[in-house]
T-cell receptor, first 117, second 112 residues
Framework: DGGITQSPKYLFRKEGQNVTLSCEQN?????MYWYRQDPGQGLRLIYY???????QKGDIAEGYSVSREKKESFPLTVTSAQKNPTAFYLC????????????????FGAGSRLTVL | GNSVTQMEGPVTLSEEAFLTINCTYT??????LFWYVQYPGEGLQLLLK?????DKGSNKGFEATYRKETTSFHLEKGSVQVSDSAVYFC???????????FGQGTELSVKP
């Protein structure tokens, strides 16, 4: 079955450590996204990528980094510069059809919960 | 800027009650509108969508109508079940750019 796989599901980090969250998709989607979810705040966009070797900052990119070396993979690194990293992180992907309204539906992974100790 | 506002939760209902979750948006132009659902411990799933004014999206007994005159996309269901307990997110997307803008989410709890 096609879908998005995020790992690990739960991750604990000590302050000052960098951690990397994995996101893999086999949907042949061009675009991939990382969102952060905090209680009562909905989803906020961290980074997104339209094609391989290209990505753009979202609304809250500070303290995060990404890479897009392969179409299927879009890992997110939470660096020690991120002041409040404890959150639920969601990866998503979509076809990138800019001209067709409503066609760019996002498919989400199951999420990774990061806790800083 | 573009934004989505949802009614605050949690919303607690008894089984078979009628559900309305309000969603209004602010946007220039003509966005497409979505409702996503997040079951406990999971990612988001698309529930329904509408791409132009007066369109009605429907799925699993849920409905929402794109009302341009009131800039609203309220989610309704005639008879909720315990299995509908989840967090519901309203979202919009522009015709170009492809980035979803989410509301803050509304938690629904259905009691037997």
């Amino acid at each position: 079955d096609g879908g998005i796989t995020q790992s690990p599901k739960y991750l604990f980090r000590k302050e000052g450590q960098n951690v990397t969250l994995s996101c893999e998709q086999n949907l042949n989607h061009d675009a991939m996204y990382w969102y952060r979810q905090d209680p009562g705040q909905g989803l906020r966009l961290i980074y997104y990528s339209q094609i391989v070797n290209d990505f753009q900052k979202g609304d809250i990119a500070e303290g995060y980094s990404v890479s897009r070396e392969k179409k299927e993979s879009f890992p997110l690194t939470v660096t020690s510069a991120q002041k409040n990293p404890t959150a639920f992180y969601l990866c998503a992907s979509s076809m990138w059809i800019q001209e067709i309204s409503g066609a760019n539906v996002l498919t989400f992974g199951a999420g990774s919960r990061l806790t800083v100790l | 800027g573009n934004s989505v506002t949802q009614m605050e939760g949690p919303v607690t209902l008894s089984e078979e009650a009628f559900l309305t979750i309000n969603c209004t948006y602010t946007a220039t132009g003509y966005p497409s509108l979505f409702w996503y659902v997040q079951y406990p411990g999971e990612g988001l799933q698309l529930l329904l969508k509408a791409t132009k004014a007066d369109d009605k999206g429907s799925n699993k007994g849920f409905e929402a109508t794109y009302r341009k005159e009131t800039t609203s996309f309220h989610l309704e269901k005639g008879s909720v079940q315990v299995s509908d307990s989840a967090v519901y997110f309203c979202a919009l997307i522009y015709n170009q750019g492809g980035k979803l803008i989410f509301g803050q989410g509304t938690e629904l709890s259905v009691k037997p």
